[in-house]
């Protein structure tokens, strides 16, 4: 470039090929992209709301209404739409629910800043107001929460069916409810009077086949495999576990060694020494007082058949993760060299038997010496229905566990919503400028919940929100819209419960993304590197 108006050289900072879009042109754009992410989903918020079928591009197939596994199964390319999609992610990861809810409201937020900002006012203000408002809106809705203790069994059970009424699985909602419930007892820890709850304590194990009523909790943990030798105990009860993570066979070296064997004598010797090693590792074993043996590695014929012979209950290549569970579960050590193992590595448990599930088998081990870790064994017609039972009780677990950590929940079906709206519009008059323009849209956008729960369950969305508004301004503040009854009611009654941590999320997460994505009035894109197609290798030597 020679000859610029004031005869200076430009300064090129950009790459050749660089694409820019600035001013409203990038914030209309931006706005655009995440919304139709936010739109794509909404149709999916509530009891009433219709599922999506994703396919992949494998051809796997996945049907679902779960905004978390849309937006992680979806190929989202515009850089604004994947901020949404974080939104989600980010809510799934700290609360575990309220994921269409997140995402639905960070599209409300933009489209109202989309109006705004086509009244002139400016994305600055807008952002800024809407950090006000949010704040506010986190007040109150905290104010808003209702103390619920641990020990109120109906309400954990409300908490976890309300998170399930928008999944697929309808009729046994209340079977999973009371696992969720029961599991997250069992591994909630109380410290200084307050609980917490590691979700690791849970192991969930899928198996196709069955019926969905077959789930179950079991108080331990379940391996995937049997015990190696069918002759060996099929159930041990009073187990005495010991866990190794090598395994009962002859090493064999790395280094390719060759033995020179020259006579017959020779030959006996050495098998009696193999037979020898492997007879003392079950000796140990044995005298250690072990009538379980779980092996990360293999067990040889010869180790199973005297394993067999001490009625010994023996699983080979159990994962390294298991292991560990039952280590955990059962107070023993896991023990790499089995000559040093003694009666303080074992591990506890009352049961530990073989049982056939679907057309294989399982080793349970049930009553663990330390019952914080508890396994749920999904169980399904089809491959998809197991994946959606595992869904609906990922969110119920994680629900129930949010209040155990917390102790406070709000009512669903929109009515905190509806009630955060109508106080920050009494708010946004308390401000002077254009930023209370920007509070009172944030107000209004909050209604998106539950004008979509109405407009997904078929009802008519303008009745129902004024109904609700007309509910709320009578101090009714639990009143939400209930779309199993179709009628404006008090959730409180009708059981529609939530923990106040999914709203408190969903709440700062959309907002956070809908400042970002209003401040951006640049984009520079650098242009894409084509990777070349990687050259097909050649074969390796020896492949000749
Ligand atoms: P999310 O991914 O946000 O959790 P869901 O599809 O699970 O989305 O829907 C959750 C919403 O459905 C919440 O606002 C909840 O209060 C609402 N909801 C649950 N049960 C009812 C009901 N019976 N009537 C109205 N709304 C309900
Ligand atoms: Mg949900």
Same mark, same amino acid.
């Given at each position: 470039m020679i000859g610029s108006p004031n005869g200076q050289i430009p300064v090129l900072v950009l790459r050749e090929g660089t694409v820019r879009e600035k001013g409203k042109s990038a914030q209309q754009n931006n706005i655009a992209a995440a919304r139709a992410i936010a739109d794509a989903i909404r149709t999916t918020l509530g009891p009433k709301g219709m599922d999506k079928m994703l396919i992949n591009a494998t051809g796997d197939v996945t049907i679902t209404n779960d905004g978390a596994t849309i937006v992680k199964e979806i190929e989202i390319q515009h850089p604004a739409a994947k901020m949404i999609a974080e939104v989600a992610k980010t809510q799934d990861e700290q609360v575990g629910d309220g994921t269409t809810t997140a995402v639905v409201l960070a599209g409300e937020f933009l489209k109202s800043a989309e109006d705004l900002i086509d009244e002139n006012v400016h994305s600055t203000v807008i952002a800024s107001g809407y950090r006000l408002a949010s704040n506010k809106?986190?007040?109150?809705?905290?104010?808003?929460?209702?103390?619920v203790s641990v020990n109120d069994e109906q309400t954990l059970l409300d908490i976890a069916k309300t998170s399930m009424s928008s999944k697929g699985v309808g009729e046994v909602k209340e079977h999973l409810a009371k696992i969720a419930v029961k599991a997250i007892s069992r591994i909630a820890e109380k410290t200084d009077g307050k609980y917490t709850v590691d979700m690791d304590n849970i192991q969930v194990v899928k198996k196709e086949g069955g019926s969905i009523e077959d789930t179950m909790l079991i108080d331990g943990i379940i391996l995937e495999q049997e015990p190696v030798n069918p002759q060996m105990p099929q159930e041990v009860k009073d187990a005495k576990i010991a866990l190794i993570s090598s395994g009962l066979e002859i090493k064999?070296? /790395?280094?390719?060694?060759?033995?020179?064997? +020259?006579?017959?004598?020779?030959l006996q010797a050495f098998l009696a020494e193999e037979e020898n090693t492997l007879k003392k590792m079950v000796e140990n074993i044995k005298s250690a007082g072990a009538n379980v043996v779980l092996c990360q590695k293999g067990i040889d014929d010869l180790a199973q058949y005297?394993?067999?012979?001490?009625?010994?209950?023996?699983?080979?290549?159990?994962? @390294?993760?298991?292991? /560990?569970?039952?280590?955990?579960a059962t107070g023993g050590n896991i023990i790499a060299k089995i000559d040093e193992i003694s009666d303080k590595d074992l591990g506890h448990a009352k049961v530990v038997e073989n049982r056939k599930i679907a057309d294989g088998h399982m080793t349970f081990i049930s009553g663990a010496k330390n019952a914080k870790a508890v396994s749920?064994?999904?169980?399904?017609? +089809? @491959?998809?229905?197991?994946? /959606?039972?595992?869904? &609906?009780?990922?969110?119920?677990?994680?629900?129930v566990a949010d209040v155990f950590e917390d102790g406070k929940i709000t009512p669903g079906g929109g009515a905190t919503a509806i009630e955060l709206a109508m106080r920050l519009r009494d708010f946004s008059n308390t401000i002077s400028g254009r930023e209370q323009l920007a509070v009172e849209r944030f107000a209004n956008a909050l209604e998106v919940i539950p004008r979509t729960l109405a407009e997904n369950a078929g009802l008519d969305p303008?009745?129902?929100?004024?109904?609700l508004r007309k509910e709320h301004k009578n101090g009714k503040s639990t009143y939400g819209i209930?779309?199993?009854?179709?009628?404006?009611?008090d959730m409180k009654n009708n059981r529609v419960l939530e923990p106040l941590r999914v709203g408190m999320q969903a709440i700062s997460s959309a907002t956070d993304a809908?400042?970002?994505?209003?401040r951006i009035d640049d984009i520079i894109a650098s242009k894409r590197v084509e990777t070349p197609p990687k050259m097909k290798e &050649?074969?390796?030597?020896? /492949?000749?």
């Amino acid at each position: 470039m020679i000859g610029s108006p004031n005869g200076q050289i430009p300064v090129l900072v950009l790459r050749e090929g660089t694409v820019r879009e600035k001013g409203k042109s990038a914030q209309q754009n931006n706005i655009a992209a995440a919304r139709a992410i936010a739109d794509a989903i909404r149709t999916t918020l509530g009891p009433k709301g219709m599922d999506k079928m994703l396919i992949n591009a494998t051809g796997d197939v996945t049907i679902t209404n779960d905004g978390a596994t849309i937006v992680k199964e979806i190929e989202i390319q515009h850089p604004a739409a994947k901020m949404i999609a974080e939104v989600a992610k980010t809510q799934d990861e700290q609360v575990g629910d309220g994921t269409t809810t997140a995402v639905v409201l960070a599209g409300e937020f933009l489209k109202s800043a989309e109006d705004l900002i086509d009244e002139n006012v400016h994305s600055t203000v807008i952002a800024s107001g809407y950090r006000l408002a949010s704040n506010k809106a986190l007040e109150y809705l905290q104010s808003l929460g209702i103390s619920v203790s641990v020990n109120d069994e109906q309400t954990l059970l409300d908490i976890a069916k309300t998170s399930m009424s928008s999944k697929g699985v309808g009729e046994v909602k209340e079977h999973l409810a009371k696992i969720a419930v029961k599991a997250i007892s069992r591994i909630a820890e109380k410290t200084d009077g307050k609980y917490t709850v590691d979700m690791d304590n849970i192991q969930v194990v899928k198996k196709e086949g069955g019926s969905i009523e077959d789930t179950m909790l079991i108080d331990g943990i379940i391996l995937e495999q049997e015990p190696v030798n069918p002759q060996m105990p099929q159930e041990v009860k009073d187990a005495k576990i010991a866990l190794i993570s090598s395994g009962l066979e002859i090493k064999k070296t /790395e280094v390719e060694a060759k033995i020179q064997i +020259t006579s017959p004598q020779q030959l006996q010797a050495f098998l009696a020494e193999e037979e020898n090693t492997l007879k003392k590792m079950v000796e140990n074993i044995k005298s250690a007082g072990a009538n379980v043996v779980l092996c990360q590695k293999g067990i040889d014929d010869l180790a199973q058949y005297y394993l067999t012979k001490e009625k010994i209950y023996a699983v080979r290549r159990v994962k @390294e993760s298991d292991l /560990e569970k039952v280590a955990k579960a059962t107070g023993g050590n896991i023990i790499a060299k089995i000559d040093e193992i003694s009666d303080k590595d074992l591990g506890h448990a009352k049961v530990v038997e073989n049982r056939k599930i679907a057309d294989g088998h399982m080793t349970f081990i049930s009553g663990a010496k330390n019952a914080k870790a508890v396994s749920i064994l999904i169980r399904g017609g +089809t @491959e998809h229905v197991v994946s /959606e039972v595992d869904r &609906s009780l990922n969110d119920a677990l994680r629900v129930v566990a949010d209040v155990f950590e917390d102790g406070k929940i709000t009512p669903g079906g929109g009515a905190t919503a509806i009630e955060l709206a109508m106080r920050l519009r009494d708010f946004s008059n308390t401000i002077s400028g254009r930023e209370q323009l920007a509070v009172e849209r944030f107000a209004n956008a909050l209604e998106v919940i539950p004008r979509t729960l109405a407009e997904n369950a078929g009802l008519d969305p303008i009745n129902t929100i004024v109904d609700l508004r007309k509910e709320h301004k009578n101090g009714k503040s639990t009143y939400g819209i209930d779309v199993i009854t179709g009628k404006v009611e008090d959730m409180k009654n009708n059981r529609v419960l939530e923990p106040l941590r999914v709203g408190m999320q969903a709440i700062s997460s959309a907002t956070d993304a809908a400042i970002m994505i209003l401040r951006i009035d640049d984009i520079i894109a650098s242009k894409r590197v084509e990777t070349p197609p990687k050259m097909k290798e &050649s074969p390796g030597f020896g /492949e000749y």
